[in-house]
Nanobody
Framework: QLQLVESGGGLVQAGDSLRLSCAASGRPLSNYAMGWFRQAPGKEREFVSAISWNGGSTYYADSVKGRFTISRDNAKSTVTLQMNALKPEDTAVYYC???????????????????WGQGTQVTVPS
């Protein structure tokens, strides 16, 4: 069973940066496409970013493109989301997810991921 643990969230000011990490254990991370999703209070969970199993392809929501960067280190079983120029609308709980069957066509869909972390809170006051 793959287990995912997120870290790195916090309270920051608009324009600041945060680096979220997702540590995986239990299975080789290279077996999975990896994604980051977020959920703000009263809103649906939404796609943020994803990366293919070997890091060769990356995907971003339009709202974060140019500000966020996803990367992975399969040898260290970690996935990182570098978030720059944070905005109040980035405030949410951020979830790391792993999908063994996600494809280029489905990478942005939460239903493509069957392993989820517990989430880490990111707060950017307005």
């Amino acid at each position: 069973q793959l287990q995912l643990v997120e870290s790195g969230g916090g309270l920051v000011q608009a324009g600041d940066s945060l680096r979220l990490s997702c540590a995986a254990s239990g299975r080789p991370l290279s077996n999975y496409a990896m994604g980051w999703f977020r959920q703000a209070p009263g809103k649906e969970r939404e796609f943020v970013s994803a990366i293919s199993w070997n890091g060769g392809s990356t995907y971003y929501a339009d709202s974060v493109k140019g500000r966020f960067t996803i990367s992975r280190d399969n040898a260290k079983s970690t996935v990182t989301l570098q978030m720059n120029a944070l905005k109040p609308e980035d405030t949410a709980v951020y979830y790391c997810a792993a999908g063994a069957w996600a494809t280029a066509a489905t990478m942005t869909l939460a239903t493509s991921y069957n392993n989820w972390g517990q989430g880490t809170q990111v707060t950017v006051p307005s």
